[in-house]
């Protein structure tokens, strides 16, 4: 029981270490912080068509960055895909986008939670999370319907869900929340 208790910690841990930048010394742009318009492209989707910020204006967008090796981000992906599912895609649009993994590792992730309605892009080469500055996993934008960042959180607990939740319903239109599922 002591063992396994200190390996879980081991991996939560390692999850909030830094991760190798694409070029090693190559110094990354700062994390757009709220208040800031955060790069606009994400990658192309599974189907080959560019995804960007951009194109989900007037909409709340949270753009996560996640690993298959990463076990807090294994566990947002689902709890994402609940919000997702709940809020619909007319006001919310999640975008997972992987963080510089092969193509069977993010495949293999992405099969295993092919019932999650996320739009998850992979970033091979780490483009994108370096153009948002990611240096640890999860990662995560929450983007308001002006275009900017609201909200930045790194790492992932059971205890930041709700406060979570809160920031993003703050952020939606009330027709959103007046929707059958809130009631």
Known sequence: MKTMLIAACMVAVLCLLPAAPAGAGQDLPAQPRPGDVPPDALGNDRDGNP???SQHRGKVVIVT???????????ELPMLGKVQAVVGREHLEIIAVNFKEDRRD??????ANRDIPLNFIRDS????SDTYGVTTLPNMFIIGVDGKVAYVHRGYSEEMIDGFIQEMLGL???EALNKPAYT
């Open 51 to 53: 995804v960007t910020v």
């Open 65 to 75: 960055f996640w690993a298959s090796w990463c076990g807090p981000c294994r566990r």
């Open 106 to 111: 993010f495949n293999a992730v992405v099969r």
């Open 125 to 128: 080469h780490g483009r994108t």
């Open 172 to 174: 939606l239109p009330p």
